[in-house]
Nanobody, 112 residues
Framework: DVQLQASGGGLVQAGGSLRLSCTAS????????IGWFRQAPGKVTKGVSC????????YYADSVKGRCTISRDDAKNTVYLQMNSLKPEDTAVYYC?????WGQGTQVTVSS
């Protein structure tokens, strides 16, 4: 089966850190860019970050720039999103995506 498995979410206090992981199976992971998106309660899904498979170039939404770092380990078929200095407004379900494939989401809750 073609899958993306997101993990690493949790409950953290403001200012804390989390590292999200997105592990792929069933397809050639290194052929695709991988992105992270999030959906806060009652809001639309928005892009957070992505990493290119060819040159490793990265993109960050303004809302997380300077606080998040995306990286990929193609040997492990995994992309990581390191999130630091978390804010309550970062509370959302985080999804990883590759082309038309979506992971199931992992909940991040940041308490004030």
């Amino acid at each position: 089966d073609v899958q993306l498995q997101a993990s690493g979410g949790g409950l953290v206090q403001a200012g804390g850190s989390l590292r999200l992981s997105c592990t792929a199976s069933g397809f050639s992971f290194d052929d695709y860019a991988i992105g992270w998106f999030r959906q806060a309660p009652g809001k639309v899904t928005k892009g957070v970050s992505c990493i290119n498979n060819r040159d490793g170039s990265t993109y960050y939404a303004d809302s997380v720039k300077g606080r998040c770092t995306i990286s990929r380990d193609d040997a492990k078929n995994t992309v990581y999103l390191q999130m630091n200095s978390l804010k309550p407004e970062d509370t959302a379900v985080y999804y990883c995506n590759s082309d038309a494939i979506w992971g199931q989401g992992t909940q991040v809750t940041v308490s004030s």
